[in-house]
């Protein structure tokens, strides 16, 4: 039974993580996760393959 129990538990969290990624994707979010990701221009993947590569200002003022 607690089997059941824990496997919904998880069921529920990945439920609620592609709900999130979906409505961020469908408000044009193109980082997901960054501080300026409703402000990033695209091109995430860079050299580094990282969101932090199209953000390297914000990164410079912490």
Do not use: Q, R
């Not at 039974?1 to 538990?9: A, L, P, Y």
């Not at 300026?36 to 995430?44: D, E, H, R, V």
């Not at 860079?46 to 990164?59: F, P, R, Y």
């Amino acid at each position: 039974m607690t089997d059941f129990i824990v496997i919904g538990i998880v069921l529920i969290i990945v439920g609620v993580a592609i709900a999130y990624i979906v409505k961020e994707k469908k408000n044009g979010v193109k980082c997901i996760g960054c501080p300026a990701g409703g402000n990033c221009s695209g091109k995430c993947a860079g050299n580094s393959g990282s969101c932090n590569s199209c953000h390297s200002d914000t990164l410079e003022e912490k």
